[in-house]
């Protein structure tokens, strides 16, 4: 019965490959969202998507992108890997103005 | 730009003792902030929150105060326990703007039996 789950929890993988990581939620939350924790530990937002709208950080290259077949899922798909998107990515949902609940993490590194 | 700032990495403490992690923040339109706490290998998972109205907020061993005049909070833990040790991050967001908490990097306390 988890509430956020991601899969795979672990990738590792060669630069230029692309992947996918899958994100779903159970609790009935109308907004997910994609985290990256870079080698710095910080928590930073790439994506904020509901039904009405995708907000996008800037910062994030557009060799990522996220797709959402229905509002259970927000998967992250990832084009061109580079060295530098070695990093754990976290899923996370809410009812928009409350508080997050996260997935386990991602482990992604590119060799 | 880090607009919310947590300046020491890691904090020891005994168990039975406070534990104080502190939390600054620069953009003065937040008005909601968020404690997490973060296992490895899991994902954080929310803690306690606070409203800019408040200056102070308790749940059981933790509280927040909020100073908004110094945009300063802290996490007050009290007594901690060795099960407490984890990275605990702090996160602002502007409730009446996009609700995006933006995270701090993080403190790992540890605490000591």
């Known amino acids: 019965d988890t509430a956020v789950s991601q899969t795979p929890k672990y990738l590792v993988t060669q630069m230029g490959n692309d992947k996918s990581i899958k994100c779903e939620q159970n609790l009935g939350h109308d907004t997910m969202y994609w985290y990256k924790q870079d080698s710095k530990k910080f928590l930073k937002i790439m994506f904020s998507y509901n039904n009405k709208e995708l907000i996008i950080n800037e910062t994030v290259p557009n060799r990522f992108s996220p797709k959402s077949p229905d509002k259970a899922h927000l998967n992250l798909h990832i084009n061109s890997l580079e060295l530098g998107d070695s990093a754990v990515y976290f899923c996370?949902?809410?009812?928009?103005?409350?508080?997050?609940?996260f997935g386990s993490g991602t482990r992604l590194t590119v060799v | 730009d880090q607009q919310v700032k947590q300046n020491s990495p890691s904090l020891s403490v005994q168990e039975g003792r406070i534990s104080i992690l502190n939390c600054d923040y620069t953009n003065s339109m937040f008005d909601y902030f968020l404690w997490y706490k973060k296992y490895p290998a899991e994902g954080p998972t929310f803690l306690i929150s606070?409203?800019?109205?408040?200056d102070k907020n308790e749940d059981g061993r933790f509280t927040v105060f909020l100073n908004k005049s110094a945009k300063h909070l802290s996490l007050h833990i009290v007594p901690s326990q060795p099960g407490d040790s984890a990275v605990y991050f702090c996160?602002?967001?502007?409730?009446?703007?996009?609700?995006?908490?933006?995270f701090g990097r993080g403190t790992s306390l540890i605490v000591h039996p």
């Open positions: 996370a949902s809410s009812l928009t103005g409350d508080g997050y609940t």
């Open positions: 996160a602002a967001s502007v409730r009446g703007g996009s609700y995006i908490p933006t």
């Open positions: 606070i409203s800019s109205i408040k």
